[in-house]
T-cell receptor
Framework: AQSVTQPDIHITVSEGASLELRCNYS??????LFWYVQSPGQGLQLLLK??????LVQGIKGFEAEFKRSQSSFNLRKPSVHWSDAAEYFC????????????FGSGTRLLVRP | DAGITQSPRHKVTETGTPVTLRCHQT?????MYWYRQDPGHGLRLIHY???????DKGEVSDGYSVSRSKTEDFLLTLESATSSQTSVYFC???????????FGPGTRLTVT
């Protein structure tokens, strides 16, 4: 069965520092992978997606993610974090059965120190 | 913005009462989903719909039912609310790209 693991429940970084959020997936074929962000009290917003091709994908708000098949990972990165990046981040893989549902990790909450 | 609204946004209800949450979309998307979000669990799928009158169960469907009589509306019903159904409920739709989902603002439901 497909699954997604985000090993870090909370991460705290200083404003201006770099960021990496970890995501590991379990899926036999090439997965369709996503990162979503949720600001407090809001719904989820798509940051970026990977389907195929270039393994480094760019997203909104200066985020990028790298797909590494050998490590079953899809880590999210940002070179310089802004205070407004404080939010919860979810990695997800889409189920390729007829539902096209998303299977989410449990999320990583990012705190930004001034 | 896929024009997804949810109503109500907040609700407090008593154990044993029926509750219906509404999701409305303006994008004519075929697929619609109901998720619940609980701390430590991320989002888990309750039910989904792949067209008018076409629905199916997700991983946490016990105690919930859904209906979709129009493309734009997807209703989630708790037949007899329990405290374990206290959660934040999100509706989402998918357009042409599998997995690229658009989420509503959520409904916070408290069952006392």
């Amino acid at each position: 069965a497909q699954s997604v693991t985000q090993p870090d429940i909370h991460i705290t970084v200083s404003e201006g520092a770099s960021l990496e959020l970890r995501c590991n997936y379990s899926y036999g074929a090439t997965p369709y992978l996503f990162w979503y962000v949720q600001s407090p009290g809001q719904g989820l917003q798509l940051l970026l997606k990977y389907f195929s091709g270039d393994t480094l994908v760019q997203g909104i708000k200066g985020f990028e993610a790298e797909f590494k098949r050998s490590q079953s990972s899809f880590n999210l990165r940002k070179p310089s974090v802004h205070w407004s990046d404080a939010a919860e981040y979810f990695c997800a893989v889409v189920s390729m059965d007829s539902s096209y549902k998303l299977i989410f990790g449990s999320g990583t909450r990012l705190l930004v120190r001034p | 913005d896929a024009g997804i609204t949810q109503s109500p946004r907040h609700k407090v209800t008593e154990t044993g009462t029926p509750v219906t949450l509404r999701c409305h979309q303006t994008e004519n998307h075929r697929y619609m989903y109901w998720y619940r979000q609980d701390p430590g669990h991320g989002l888990r799928l309750i039910h989904y719909s792949y067209g008018v009158k076409d629905t199916d169960k997700g991983e946490v469907s016990d105690g919930y039912s859904v209906s979709r009589s129009k493309t734009e509306d997807f209703l989630l019903t708790l037949e007899s609310a329990t405290s374990s159904q206290t959660s934040v409920y999100f509706c989402a739709t998918t357009g042409q790209v599998p997995g690229e989902q658009y989420f509503g603002p959520g409904t916070r439901l408290t069952v006392t």
